[in-house]
């Protein structure tokens, strides 16, 4: 059996997945604004379903695109988000990322309050008292977490990216979301991801640098 | 409204997560001997449709475990994927994890052949000339690599990850490896990702150190 392999060079690969994307999109309209964020997430996934499950806060581009503009840096929740975020549209913009899951003091935080470690590195961003965008692609407590600091007038970042992915809270903790009075991106259902929120902050890294 | 968070110590979360997983499973039968593999995937993706889409070469699990015990290295084609493996598993293993994208010889080999840099970083992987498990989650120009390096007798991973993400060639890349005499583990059709990389690799961490 003979492989057909597609004859695509290197540098137009991803834009060639995003012509397939939008081919195979067909009627199915986006908001023409949120489509580079929506397009980036199914080029990351090969998942559909992110066109109904994303949803964007009012503004939330301006917002976030302002912000960038800022050089608010960006807090994730995972090493893996944060390593999958494009390191040179950062260094364009100026922005830097950061993720404290791995340091002592959150470590320590985490078992004196009985908490998870993603939940007490959301407290060490709060504390950085600095504009940031929080990008949660793993810990539903992270994304709760969140929530109690904005409703007790502790935090208010510029931007939540709330795309965990699992089983346990993780469809409540986005819907709590929902509710804040902040600007937010939100993958509805249990489907989310680290890869996702690495997607959804390139997307923005590339909008504001105009890559 | 107020949301109700189901009550789970943050120690439980995980173990909670698989008991929802194996109830949603209900009556479908995984291979006892891959379940851990494949629940781990949909831990980390949501998705039930890796129960289809995840194939074994026969014996991989033996392959696997046997070339962790020897200390074989693993090789990604992300930085992402990389980010995303258990280090402490892997230190009670004494097993290391590389990936070569960003090495100044392979951003320059890949210029010069025209191939892109996950392509070029299975060259170097290759050269290591030691036993390694290779786990691509991104790159199907990777997987393609490695097959032309197997077939030309240059290569002979333990085990190959195969499961990137996407629209151009990934379908076809996976399906080149299948066709390889080298244990595999690949992700039929388009979905994949680091995350799924990684989430493999831990579920034959876990296995390999009995955590």
């Not at 917002?63 to 090493?79: G, P, R, S």
């Not at 819907?175 to 009075?181: K, S, T, V, W």
Request: proline share 4%.
């Amino acid at each position: 059996m003979e492989t057909k392999l597609e004859q695509v060079l290197p540098q137009e690969i991803e834009a060639r997945s995003f012509e397939i994307i939008t081919e195979e999109l067909g009627s199915r309209k986006l908001d023409e604004k949120y489509a580079p964020i929506v397009k980036r997430v199914i080029h990351t996934t090969a998942d559909f379903e992110y066109v109904d499950n994303l949803v964007f806060s009012p503004n939330v581009l301006e917002h976030a695109l302002e912000a960038l503009k800022n050089k608010a840096c960006i807090v994730t929740d995972t090493k893996m988000a944060k390593a999958g975020i494009n390191a040179s549209a950062m260094q364009k913009l100026g922005v830097e990322a950061y993720n404290f899951i791995s340091d002592e003091d959150v470590v320590q935080q985490a078992k004196a309050l009985g908490s998870t470690r993603s939940a007490a590195s959301m407290d060490k961003a709060a504390e950085l008292n600095r504009p940031l965008i929080v990008a949660v692609g793993n810990a539903p407590t992270a994304l709760v977490r969140i929530y109690e600091l904005v409703q007790e007038g502790k935090w208010k970042p510029e931007l939540i990216i709330g795309v965990p992915v699992g089983f346990v809270n993780v469809v409540q903790a986005k819907e709590m979301i929902l509710q804040l009075p902040v600007p937010y991106i939100v993958a509805k259902g249990r489907k989310g991801g680290s890869n996702v929120a690495a997607a959804i902050v390139n997307a923005l890294l590339y909008l504001a640098c105009g890559r």
